[in-house]
């Protein structure tokens, strides 16, 4: 598999569109311009073709800075979305066969939660990984246990491709998960949410390089 050059320094996962007060398109773009440098489309509302719609207008707005798009889950959304890639987790369809079905180019990630699941992964296979939750979180239902900062680091100490922590990551938060050692942070409530994406963004940033000011 060719290696593919990401920067997953921050990584934003969408939420449902009704959170945005400015509009999901909206706050993206302001994310990207505040420093985001990969966005996964995760929504668990609408129809397949009101994804399929709205997946469209993200990747050609994530085109023109050169964004990665990621898709959560939909295998035949990224695939007919053209996306960059997709993301699958423990309970989805099996990575070799994600990775058979989307081809050698595209990204593809897998969330992981514990160290058999990091030690299970296969670099020839997997682009990157999602450890977590590193705290608890709302976002996402039937998450598993928190992990803490510090499993981050032991697991991320592990991981055989890049990673990313996740789970209930604040602007308060973000440097020590950036110091426990990961290769960027995902994101989900703390740009969503935010009166403006873009201000969030800048500041989660602003966190990295404070984190590698004392490492």
Known sequence: MTMKAIDYSLYMVTDIASVYRR?????????VAGGVTVVQFRTDGGSKRE???????????????????????????ALALDAD?????????????????IGKE??????????????????????????????????????????GVDGLAALAARAPVPCVGIGGITIERAAAVYAAGVTGIAVVSALSYADDAGEAARALRAAQGKAKGKA
Request: glycine share 10%; no cysteine.
């Open 51 to 77: 994804l399929y719609e709205t997946g469209l207008a993200l990747r050609d707005l994530l085109r023109r800075p050169g964004v990665p798009l990621i898709v959560n889950d939909h295998v035949d959304l």
């Open 23 to 31: 509009g999901l398109l909206a706050s993206v773009e302001a994310a």
């Open 106 to 147: 595209k990204i593809l990630g897998l969330s992981t939660s514990n160290l058999e699941q990091v030690g299970a992964v296969d670099a020839t296979v997997v682009d990157y990984i999602g450890i977590g939750p590193v705290f608890p979180t709302q976002s996402k239902r039937n998450a598993p246990p928190d992990i």
């Open 85 to 101: 890639g997709v993301h699958v987790g423990q309970g989805d369809l099996p990575a070799e066969v994600v990775r058979r079905l």
